[in-house]
C-alpha cells in the first residue's frame, strides 16, 4: 500500500519559517515526480512546487518563488518543503502528491495524495 504522510505543520506567525515533510512508502521513490499543494479555506486546492524524480528540475507557485525550497531524500523517501517567510495567504492544508509524470503534478492528477497537514500563519 503506498503511504504519503505529511508532518511539520503548525501555527506559525508572519514572517517565520516552517518545515513541511512528507514520508513516502509502498513505491519505488525514485520512480515519482514529486510535488506539494495547498487548499486554502474556501478556495480549490492548487500547486505550491514540484519536484522531478532525480530533483534536477524544480518548479514553483509564482507567489512563493524565492521563500519556499522543494527538496527530496531518495535514501529516506522524504520529500520537504522548506518555507521561509510565510504570509497569512499561505494557510492552508498541504498536501504531498506524487506521480510518475512530472507535468501531470502540476495538472493535479497525482497517482498518489497525502492526507494532508495544516498551516496557519497569523499576522
Known amino acids: 500500500e503506498v503511504q504519503l504522510v505529511e508532518s511539520g505543520g503548525a501555527l506559525v506567525k508572519a514572517g517565520e519559517s516552517l518545515t513541511l515533510s512528507c514520508t513516502a512508502s509502498?513505491?519505488?521513490?525514485?520512480?515519482?515526480?514529486m510535488g506539494w499543494f495547498r487548499q486554502a479555506p474556501g478556495q480549490e486546492r492548487d500547486g505550491v512546487s514540484c519536484i522531478s524524480w532525480t530533483g534536477e528540475i524544480t518548479s514553483y507557485k509564482s507567489s512563493v518563488k524565492g521563500r519556499f525550497t522543494i527538496s527530496r531524500d531518495s535514501s529516506k523517501t522524504t520529500l520537504a518543503l522548506q518555507m521561509n517567510n510565510l504570509r497569512p495567504n499561505d494557510t492552508g492544508m498541504y498536501y504531498c502528491v506524487a506521480d510518475r509524470f512530472f507535468s501531470a503534478l502540476w495538472a493535479g492528477k497525482g497517482d498518489y495524495w497525502g492526507r494532508g497537514i495544516q498551516v496557519t500563519v497569523s499576522s
Open positions: 509502498g513505491l519505488t521513490f525514485g520512480d515519482y515526480a
